[in-house]
């Protein structure tokens, strides 16, 4: 397949990767970036490699575009490509041309891709998030659980951390409130009290109004556990990091 000429305009339909759009700042304006996962050019000849997609645009032309380039969806499109497998976007076209096999491509990923695990139950896989989504009960609080892993190797790690976590929930917890204590209690105190009615924060008071929300494990042994911040911090949410080697080793505020 020869290589187009950078300065050609190519007409592509493709599947659009289920983790875009995206957009994002692009030096003094905005940039659209989205993938095909596969695609093909008129001959239909099917490329697996991505198609990585580009445009600077304004904020207001961003939020058009997103809307639509659609996760999944078969898109098609006049670009003019940088590289084999890098195009700038000129024209969004009608869908238009697509092989059976891109078809196909589009109708499989509308099927849920589930697992299931004899000890936490069913996980679907979020295919925009590339997690596999389930739900498991933490210290009598049923959390949103999120395995991060691309194939089976990784969820079997995946879940052997998880094993380990749920083996020692309240030790866990003990050190996941301790960890948030020891990098926000100072951080509260000095910079987040109501200057007319919040006294300064007791260890125990601050551990007190921190609730669970979600639990994310990786397949490297690390993990994040998300809480709910009793508006401690005004509504943003705090993040404890760590793995099963080094324990909960990291706080911060989020959002």
């Known amino acids: 397949m020869s290589t187009p000429r950078p300065s050609g305009l190519e007409f592509v339909t493709g599947v659009v990767d289920p983790q875009s759009p995206s957009g994002g700042r692009g030096g ?4 659209l970036h989205f993938a095909l996962e596969v695609w093909h050019r008129e001959d239909q ?3 697996s490699v991505p198609l990585r997609v580009t445009r600077d645009v304004g904020l207001a032309e961003l939020e058009s575009l997103m809307a639509r380039v659609r996760p999944g969806e078969i898109f098609s499109a006049r670009v003019r490509f940088d ?16 092989s059976d096999a891109l078809v196909q491509r589009a109708a499989d990923l509308l099927v849920p891709k589930t697992f299931v695990d004899g000890r936490f139950g069913v996980f679907t896989l979020d295919r925009r998030m590339d997690w596999y989504e389930g739900n498991a009960s933490w210290c009598g609080r049923a959390v949103p659980l999120y395995l991060n892993a691309t194939n089976e190797v990784e969820l079997d790690s995946v879940i052997r951390t998880t094993a380990k976590l749920w083996d020692e929930q309240l030790v866990w917890s003990t050190r996941l409130e301790d960890c948030a204590i020891e990098h926000l209690l100072e951080l509260k105190n000095d910079c987040w009290l109501d ?7 007791e260890p125990h008071a ?16 690390s993990f994040e556990f998300w809480f709910d911040d009793g508006d401690l911090f005004g509504g943003h949410a705090i993040r404890v990091e760590g793995n099963v080697v080094d324990g909960a080793t990291r706080a911060s505020i989020q959002g």
């Open 45 to 47: 000849v099917i490329v």
């Open 206 to 221: 601050f551990r007190r109004r921190m609730t669970l929300e979600s639990v994310t494990v990786e397949a490297d042994g």
């Open 83 to 98: 590289d084999p497998h890098t195009a700038q976007l000129v024209e969004i076209l009608e869908p238009q041309g697509a």
């Open 195 to 201: 200057d007319d009615d919040e006294q300064r924060l």
């Open 28 to 31: 003094s304006d905005w940039r």
